[in-house]
Every structure is written in structure tokens, then in C-alpha cells.
């Protein structure tokens, strides 16, 4: 019952955004990869080198296992070595143009099937904007977004999913957030089950509506060598939390899943600078002042 209900509103979700980010581009369109292992199966689809995406892989995967893996119990301890299932959509876009944001988002659903006991099932997700210029329009409209797919669950959802997302995207290493945040969750269940699900499908759908007026707004800005080069080297931080923090990362590589399909996140390029410092004053050091947890609504209410 649960898995039949879920699979088609991912396969759409992965529809949608593709055929958004394709509309988008205008120039490229999605590769699709159509996988299976002894886990399960899957499908990812990548659009290369467009007008406006460098690299943007919107990915389906649907697994199972005989054990659920580390990652995956740290806040379920008593889960340890059931019996799971999965499935999500993830992806990741990283633009050309350094003045549109990086954005990523994601929806997953999981089910666990301990011995003599009922199913236990969960839904998690959320999305995130990285820019390497901020502008305040596109964080509020980002924002404003969420907090709206939000309301219809109750006044305190988006608060408290907004500031999950900025602990969770965090790199302690470097004392800095990912980016501006957004929305991000996980163990939801404290609905019912057709509730929850029509959380998810906000969300997936939520995704579109913030980043393609971004992306719209910001692809035509001109730049030259050195935006580029910022951006690239920004990216180095996408690289080090995925590699270092991130949960969805870890789960994936530690239940034997697809290693091509788990890393689709990675940018195209990146470069790594040591001890490198943005000029004081300059457009990249204004970006500092981004990188930690704030009240984007609280502070502009009238813009």
C-alpha cells in the first residue's frame, strides 16, 4: 500500500522538474540513465553543458535491503538490521552564469520492516539555495516560497523546518552554512500518510517555483574570468560537505547503492585554493555576510 502510493508521485515529481529545467535551459535536455543493481533500480538523468545549466542530474532511485544501514538509524536506533525499503528524487543544479545560484533539493520516503512488528515508515526532504552573488529579491522569493507550501501544515512548519536546514547544511569545519537555506526534514511522520505525502509533493513542487524565476531573472547577467573563478572555487564547499557531512550521501554509499548515481551531485569543475581570502569590500566578500542562519522574512518584510 505504501510503496504503490509514493512511487508515482516521485516518477511525476522527476518529470516535472526535468521538463521545468529543460524549458529553462532552452539549448540542452536530460540524458536519462536507467540502472538496476542486487538493491534495486533506478533512474538518473543528467543535462550537460546548456544554455543556463553546466550540470543539472535530477535522479529516481528505488532500493531495498535486508538491513538498514547506519546513516539511516542514527535517530532510530531500535531499526538497526530490519529490513528496508526507499525511495527518492534527488538532485542537484549547478548553473553556468555564477550569478544564478546552485540549488538542490530532494524528497525520500523510507519503510522498515522489523520481525514481528509493524511497519515503520518515514518521510524526509527539503531544498536549499547556494549562491555565490547573493540577491535579496531571489532569498526572499526563495523564502516565501517555502514558507507558503508550508502554511496549509500548520503555522509552525516552516520556522521549524527552515532553521533544520540551516543546522543541517552547515559546515562545522568551516563554521559557515551551505548557502541561505530553505527547508529541509526528516522522521515525518507526525501526520497521517496521505498528509505527509501531499507534504512531499508541495515540496517537490515548491522546488520549481523558487529557483526557475531565479535562474530566469539571473542567466543573462554578464561575467567575466573572475565571477567564474569564485564560483568555482565556492564550489569546493559543496564538494567537502557532501563528501564530509551529508546523510544522503553516506546512506547511499553505505547500503552498496549506485556510486555514479550517489555522486551526481558533484560539480562538473571545481578548483581548491590554499588559504585563499576575498578582497575586503569586493563582491566576494559581501557573500560572508550570507553564510549563516538568518530571519530572511523578519528582516525585509516590505521588499
Same mark, same amino acid.
Do not use: M
Given at each position: 500500500m505504501y510503496t504503490e502510493s509514493v512511487l508515482p508521485v516521485l516518477k511525476n515529481l522527476q518529470n516535472q522538474i526535468c521538463a521545468a529545467l529543460e524549458a529553462q535551459d532552452g539549448a540542452s535536455v536530460f540524458e536519462a540513465d536507467q540502472w538496476q543493481s542486487a538493491l534495486g533500480s533506478g533512474e538518473s538523468r543528467v543535462l550537460k553543458n546548456g544554455a543556463v545549466f553546466e550540470q543539472a542530474g535530477v535522479n529516481f532511485s528505488h532500493v531495498k535491503g535486508s538491513a538498514m544501514p547506519a546513516a539511516a538509524t542514527a535517530h532510530r536506533p531500535e531499526l538497526a538490521g530490519a529490513p528496508f525499503e526507499a525511495m527518492g528524487v534527488s538532485l542537484v543544479v549547478h548553473p553556468k552564469n555564477p550569478y544564478v545560484p546552485t540549488s538542490h533539493a530532494n524528497v525520500r520516503f523510507f519503510i522498515a520492516r522489523p520481525e514481528g512488528r509493524e511497519p515503520? %515508515?518515514?518521510? @524526509?526532504?527539503? &531544498?536549499? +539555495?547556494?549562491p555565490f552573488y547573493p540577491y535579496e529579491a531571489d532569498i526572499l522569493h526563495w523564502h516565501r516560497t517555502a514558507a507558503e507550501l508550508?502554511?496549509?501544515?500548520?503555522?509552525?512548519?516552516?520556522?521549524?523546518?527552515?532553521?533544520?536546514?540551516?543546522?543541517?547544511?552547515?559546515?562545522?569545519?568551516?563554521?559557515?552554512?551551505?548557502?541561505?537555506?530553505?527547508?529541509?526534514?526528516?522522521?515525518?511522520?507526525?501526520?497521517?500518510?496521505d498528509t505527509c505525502l501531499a507534504f512531499i509533493k508541495k515540496v517537490g513542487e515548491g522546488y520549481?517555483?523558487?529557483?526557475i524565476p531565479i535562474a530566469a531573472l539571473r542567466k543573462n547577467t554578464v561575467y567575466g574570468e573572475r565571477e567564474r573563478q569564485f564560483q568555482l572555487y565556492r564550489r569546493g564547499r559543496y564538494v567537502e560537505f557532501n563528501l564530509v %557531512?551529508?546523510? @544522503?550521501?553516506? &546512506?547511499? +554509499?553505505?547500503?552498496?547503492?549506485?556510486?555514479?548515481?550517489?555522486?551526481m551531485s558533484m560539480p562538473p569543475l571545481v578548483r581548491f585554493e590554499y588559504g585563499y581570502e576575498p578582497q575586503e569590500g569586493s563582491a566576494e566578500a559581501r557573500l560572508n555576510g550570507f553564510l549563516k542562519p538568518r530571519d530572511w522574512l523578519a528582516e525585509w518584510p516590505e521588499r
Open positions: 515503520v %515508515w518515514w518521510f @524526509g526532504g527539503g &531544498f536549499d +539555495l547556494t508550508c502554511k496549509p501544515f500548520g503555522e509552525d512548519v516552516y520556522p521549524e523546518f527552515k532553521k533544520w536546514c540551516d543546522d543541517y547544511f552547515y559546515l562545522k569545519h568551516r563554521g559557515e552554512t551551505r548557502g541561505v537555506g530553505g527547508l529541509f526534514f526528516d522522521d515525518l511522520n507526525r501526520w497521517d500518510f520549481t517555483d523558487a529557483y %557531512w551529508d546523510r @544522503g550521501t553516506l &546512506f547511499g +554509499l553505505q547500503s552498496g547503492g549506485r556510486t555514479e548515481s550517489i555522486l
